[in-house]
């Protein structure tokens, strides 16, 4: 596939983050010259550099100089600020400044695309729908927001002309896309710190859906209200629709007729095209259920055949930080999982509490940003209160600069039907957890920030403590 011109010698600022370390491993596959930098060292380092990467730790504008002649283009993220050096840098010299779904964009040029959106569940329908048409052998590329248990990748170039990729509405970026399949899995408001109001992010929806190319087709989930409300505009606007869930009906749609958990995932049975079909899923939880027959519905309009579709989700092994299993130590299951809305930890918990079994269910929750933990704090309480023992940590403020009361107390003291343990020092939070379970438990640590080292330490101190 031939690189765009202004891609051939890329440097990506941030190129540690999931996003951009995916655009890294495309543009190197294809050919390309790339640098990058970020401000510590990361996992994925590795790989890059093995395949040619120039990446350097610390960010400084001398970094645009990797190659002789510099970079064609530099490619950031939202999260980078005007006032990053190599940012400033290059807009001085005149370099070509792409965002990172611009450059994402133009890697998927000359391909048959599905972009998969919602606020929850995107990561998981794009991976399951990626490892689904890898058992079909139809090869694509694929760029998600997390890595593949299967292959530890989160990209891919592909040599059989189709592209997934995670589509990510947080900054209303995916407005870049032209999709020939588009998936929108739910709509709930989120990420209010760039949209501004709730109205504002459902209309960045409503917009992904107009972007759906002549022909495409526009995939939802009919049990999500909002989603729903999206399907009808865009079908009113002559867009294809193509619904899945139990209030599906239409003869194109795939409707659940009933959902049966397994100790190890689930078995979801659809009607489909007036035939009848169960859909083993290995991850538990009939949200995940869900996630899978809409990668079953964007893999038939790929052209992917139903039961190759089928035989592929039954083999996904999930994502990294996806209800990921880390360990056991002392009889205790220590799983780590990215929730951090309130309804993907509602939804999570329910899972969580039939993997568990007879055993209890403690969460190691730490909120992610300081707007959503104001904004959602009696959400995310009535969420946790799913569980049996809460360790309640302070806020990972990620981009956000610190709110005058917002910590995790904030939650923890509206959490009901549910022990709770605040604990704002964040190395204390293992040994707390250690005191706190019992052989049989399931333990899970979640959010989106640093509360994933949490899980070694904790099986470590599990460990120790019965040596």
Not at 123 to 130: F, G, H
Request: aromatic share 4%; glycine share 12%.
């Amino acid at each position: 596939m031939e690189l765009p011109d202004e891609l051939r010698r890329a440097h990506l600022i941030g190129i540690g983050g999931a996003g951009m370390s995916g655009i890294a491993r495309i543009l190197l596959a294809r050919g390309a010259e790339v640098s990058g930098s970020d401000a510590k060292d990361s996992r994925a380092f590795l790989t890059l550099r093995a395949q040619g990467a120039r990446i350097e730790v610390g960010q400084r504008a001398e970094n645009l100089d990797a190659f002789e002649g510099g970079p064609s283009a530099v490619i950031v993220s939202t999260a980078i600020k005007d006032t990053n050096p190599e940012l400033a840098a290059a807009r001085e010299r005149g370099v070509p400044v792409l965002h990172r779904a611009q450059a994402l964009a133009a890697l998927m040029a000359g391909h048959r695309t599905a972009c998969i959106a919602g606020t929850h569940g995107k990561t998981s329908t794009t991976s399951m729908l990626t490892v689904a048409l890898q058992h079909c052998r139809l090869d694509p590329s694929f760029a998600i927001g997390g890595d593949l248990n299967e292959s530890g990748a989160n990209a891919h170039h592909g040599e059989g002309g189709m592209f997934v990729a995670e589509a990510d509405e947080s900054d209303g970026s995916f407005l870049t896309y032209t999709p020939s399949v588009a998936v929108v899995t739910n709509v709930e408001p989120d990420h209010l710190d760039h949209h501004g109001t709730a109205e504002a992010y459902v209309a960045v929806f409503a917009e992904f859906a107009k972007r759906v190319e002549p022909g495409g087709v526009l995939i939802v989930c009919a049990d999500d209200a909002p989603a729903a409300e999206l399907a009808a505009r865009a079908e009113a606007d002559g867009v294809r629709v193509r619904r899945y869930g139990r209030s599906a009906t239409g003869e194109q749609d795939a409707r659940v007729l009933g959902y049966t958990p397994h100790e190890d995932g689930g078995t979801v049975r659809i009607a489909l095209a007036g035939e009848e079909l169960d859909v083993r899923v290995a991850v538990p939880g009939e949200h995940m259920a869900l996630n899978a027959v809409a990668a079953l519905l964007a893999g038939l309009e790929l052209g992917a055949p139903a039961d190759g579709l089928a035989e592929g989700l039954a083999a996904f092994g999930g994502v990294r930080r996806r209800f990921e299993f880390k360990g056991r130590a002392a009889d205790v299951r220590v799983y780590d999982d990215y929730a951090h809305h309130p309804t993907e930890v509602a939804a999570q918990l329910r899972a969580v509490r039939h993997a568990a079994g007879l055993g209890r269910v403690v969460v190691v929750f730490q909120p992610h940003l300081y707007s959503r933990t104001r904004t959602f704090a009696n959400e995310f309480a009535a969420a946790l209160g799913l569980a049996d023992e809460v360790i309640l940590l302070d806020v990972y403020g990620a981009r956000e600069e610190p709110e005058p009361g917002v910590t995790g107390e904030l939650i923890a003291e509206r959490i009901t039907g549910a022990t709770v343990h605040y604990e704002p020092a964040f190395d204390r939070a293992a040994a707390l957890a250690a005191d706190l379970v019992k052989p049989g438990d399931l333990l899970v640590t979640m959010g989106a920030g640093d509360v994933t080292q949490l899980g070694p330490e904790i099986l470590a101190e599990l460990d120790r403590r019965g040596a």
